[in-house]
T-cell receptor, first 107, second 113 residues
């Protein structure tokens, strides 16, 4: 069993829809990271959070430490949001990655 | 400002050859990480450097893999006697320190024929 599980694996949405990607982890972590990987392969860090909620533009990330669960929400989705979204549980020294969620937003 | 850079961007080599991959972290970042992303698979941790501390090598898949970080800045990942299963994208990331977000380089795509 992977220590960091994401769902869904694939998600297709229409432009404008509200999107939620879920992440559950079984490892002890000091922080939960959300990353975005575009088709060209570049990886961008979206959020790093250890409690509560963070918001950046149309992106919102939440974490529930007791339930070991995090969600990434995208409001008013747009085709340019199409990418692979990866959650990763971080100890002080390394990250354990989920398998990623392939998001496709159709115009 | 300059981000994390990696070179080469692509490397094709023959099985059995040695390769060196380079990472230039963001200036002032004390933490540096190497990851690998094999085709169709997720990211996996390889090695972590923090300042002058001994590196965490727990993710290196075999003793053919080694890495060093000179002067607390540039890092080199070396793969000796490459095998076809080493083909992957090798990603480097750096952070201000281990408790901050990581900034990723563009990766080096390694193909072992």
């Amino acid at each position: 069993k992977n220590e960091v599980e994401q769902s869904p694996q694939n998600l297709t949405a229409q432009e404008g829809e509200f999107i939620t990607i879920n992440c559950s982890y079984s490892v002890g972590i000091s922080a939960l990271h959300w990353l975005q990987q575009h088709p060209g392969g570049g990886i961008v860090s979206l959020f790093m959070l250890s409690s509560g909620k963070k918001k950046h533009g149309r992106l919102i990330a939440t974490i529930n430490i007791q339930e070991k669960h995090s969600s990434l929400h995208i409001t008013a989705s747009h085709p340019r949001d199409s990418a692979v979204y990866i959650c990763a549980g971080g100890s002080a020294r390394q990250l354990t990655f989920g398998s990623g969620t392939q998001l496709t937003v159709l115009p | 400002g300059a981000g994390v850079s990696q070179s080469p961007s692509n490397k094709v080599t023959e099985k059995g050859k040695d390769v060196e991959l380079r990472c230039d972290p963001i200036s002032g970042h004390t933490a540096l990480y190497w990851y690998r992303q094999s085709l169709g698979q997720g990211l996996e941790f390889l090695i972590y450097f923090q300042g002058n501390s001994a590196p965490d090598k727990s993710g290196l898949p075999s003793d053919r893999f080694s890495a060093e970080r000179t002067g607390g800045s540039v890092s080199t990942l070396t793969i000796q006697r490459t095998q076809q299963e080493d083909s992957a994208v090798y990603l480097c990331a750096s952070s201000l320190d281990r408790s901050n977000e990581q900034f990723f380089g563009p990766g080096t795509r390694l193909t072992v024929l």
